[in-house]
């Protein structure tokens, strides 16, 4: 495998739409990592417009929470997207490895990928479309990065093949407007793929688990899945009904914005209800619990458990980022005092004491000797 331009070190991994390849990048001496894209890809002159825009608009994209894409390009008949290396790895290995993850890792991970989201929607309206744990990287230091940000709908738009797995999206997280074809998908469609990612880091199961990717398409829509609380007893009931709203079939029942999505999250980490009403029931994809409801009346105001995580949270509360504004404002004023406090302590020393006629200074006198000078100076002046 050759591309221009960069030295192809070691193949990472290999999908059915793309390879991804560890390289480096000559021009610059760095390791990137590279996405070369299955060539059942059409190769028209609009499917190539299309690509190199949603290119340029996801590499617009610099957030901490972003795999960065540097750059997008054409050669020898290849489509391939030059992106950030990270060296650490990926949410579904971690699932893999452990089998389900815990509640506070879990939500720590969803809040930094609702963060990251937001700034895409807000920025460019760049809406993810394929949210699940092995599009969420963890990096050597702990920093949760969603990958593939802005380009899994220009790999979907230039597909030939209309397969499930290209409809947009992959079926166990996608949302019911993406499996029944729907163009008027927003935002809320990734706050659904969200909630089925955190359904399965909590319960260790997929949605429709056991069906065919078709089935699941089909039940996205029309089907449910136990509660959460149901399947893992021991994540709290609040993590449940936060799943509850996020996987409503109808999106106006999901969060309103990406802030509501964190703003639950951050009162759910603190063992509190979100904020957002629950969907009228059945119409979200998880079950209710008439336990978990009870359990959740019992739990509320219930004291946090005390639990450390590796994962690095990128977000800021508002409440944090007000009294970050108001430490920032007391620290400026306290350094202006300062400033004003040593200027007249300087203007004072240069003044001549009272009864003490000036003396003319002294060359080559440290400090010291000066501030001793004046010691002696004003006591033969009191004597």
């Known amino acids: 495998m050759q591309i221009p331009g960069f030295e192809m070190i070691e193949k990472l991994g290999q999908g059915g739409m793309a390879t991804v390849w560890k390289a480096r990048q000559v021009s610059l001496d760095r390791i990137v990592a590279i996405k070369i894209l299955s060539s059942r890809f059409a190769r028209d002159t609009a499917d190539i417009e299309r690509f190199q825009k949603e290119a340029q608009s996801a590499a617009k994209l610099k957030h901490q929470g972003i795999v960065q894409v540097y ?25 893999r490895r452990k089998g389900k993850i815990p509640e506070l890792d879990a939500l ?74 729907r163009a008027d998908i927003d935002f809320r469609a990734d706050i659904y793929s969200l909630g089925a990612m955190l359904y399965h880091l909590v319960t260790g199961k997929m ?33 449940s009904s936060l799943i509850e709203i996020m996987l409503s079939k109808k999106k106006e029942y999901r969060q309103k914005s990406w802030k509501d999505v964190k703003i639950d999250i951050a009162r759910v980490k603190r063992h509190l209800p ?27 105001g219930g004291r946090a458990v005390v639990y450390s995580s590796t994962i690095k949270s990128s977000v800021v509360s508002d409440e944090g980022k007000n009294k970050n504004v108001l430490l920032a404002i007391l620290g400026a004023v306290g350094i202006v005092v300062l400033l004003i406090l040593f200027f007249v302590h300087q203007k004072s020393r240069q003044l001549p004491q009272q009864g003490v006629s000036p003396k003319t200074p002294k060359t080559s006198v440290s400090q010291t000797s000066t501030v001793t000078g004046q010691k002696e100076d004003a006591d033969s002046a009191r004597a």
């Open 71 to 95: 750059d997008a390009n054409i050669a020898n008949g290849l489509y391939y997207f030059v992106m950030e290396y990270i060296g650490g790895y990926t949410v579904g290995d971690w699932l």
């Open 108 to 181: 720590l991970v969803s809040e930094c990928v609702a963060d990251a989201l937001e700034y895409a929607w807000d920025r460019q309206k760049i809406i993810h479309c394929d949210i699940k744990p092995d599009n969420v990287m963890v990096d050597a230091d702990g920093t949760v990065k969603v990958s593939d940000l802005g380009l899994a709908r220009t790999i979907n738009a230039m597909s030939k093949e209309e397969t499930v797995d290209e409809v947009m999206g992959t079926p166990a997280y996608i949302s019911p407007e993406q499996a029944e074809g």
């Open 207 to 239: 949605l429709f688990e056991g069906h065919s990717e078709e089935e699941i398409m089909e039940l996205q829509s029309m089907g449910t899945v136990p509660d959460a609380f149901e399947v893992n007893p021991e994540i709290s009931p609040h993590v």
């Open 274 to 300: 979100p904020t957002t009403s629950l969907p009228p029931e059945g119409v979200s994809t998880m079950q209710r619990s008439p336990t978990r409801l009870q359990k959740a009346k019992l739990h509320r």
